[in-house]
């Protein structure tokens, strides 16, 4: 038993868990902290990324940002494994994003506001094609209006969020919606396509 590797295992669990590294005791953290470190300064070498102070990328995460589609991430952020993100973004502070999610900027952008907590599988995309029968949908221009998301929201798993759609801040997005509007500050929405059930002022 001498030679299993638990280290790699705590890595695992973290790349899948990564609310976990935020409550590390200082024997893991001596060892975790290092190993993020080099995964962020490599992103930062390689992408155009900015990443704040104390937060966590999952080595299985796939961050793409040209010159011109950059990714700002906030401080005490969170990305776990199998999540697929390409610029331009912009995540604000204490932002989670859970495994398998797909955020894609378009040209516009998308913008998370603080302390915003994104279940798994969820999918956001800032821009759509043209769909003309003229002509194949492939060759069809992109459009890209950009996304907004306030602070302090819960997307549930599996949603998700087309181009051109703003949520306000304190909103639950219940899991497997589909928002194709605006969404109000507090409401919570919940159908295909998203409908306000409710208000977060009303629980107690």
Request: net charge neutral; proline share 5%.
């Amino acid at each position: 038993m001498a030679d299993i590797d638990y280290q790699a295992q705590h890595k695992k669990r973290l790349s899948w868990m990564p609310w976990l590294y935020f409550s590390l005791k200082p024997k893991h953290l001596s060892w975790a902290k290092p190993w993020q470190d080099d995964i962020q300064q490599r992103l930062c070498q390689l992408e155009t990324i900015h990443i704040g102070e104390q937060c966590f990328i999952a080595p299985q995460a796939l961050l793409f940002a040209e010159p011109g589609r950059d990714i700002s991430i906030g401080n005490q952020c969170m990305i776990a494994a199998d999540v697929f993100m390409h610029g331009p973004i912009t995540l604000g502070n204490e932002v989670a994003i859970n495994h398998g999610c797909s955020i894609d900027g378009g040209r516009n952008g998308i913008k998370i506001g603080n302390q915003t907590r994104i279940a798994n599988n969820v999918t956001i995309y800032a821009f759509n094609h043209g769909m003309s029968p003229s002509e194949p949908i492939y060759k069809q221009p992109a459009t890209s209006k950009g996304v907004v998301i306030g602070q302090d929201v819960w997307i549930g798993a599996q949603a998700g969020i087309v181009d051109g759609v703003t949520i306000g801040d304190c909103v639950v997005i219940g899991m497997g919606c589909i928002v194709t509007k605006d969404v109000p500050n507090f409401a919570i929405v919940a159908g295909n396509p998203a409908r306000v059930i409710g208000d977060r002022r009303d629980k107690k």
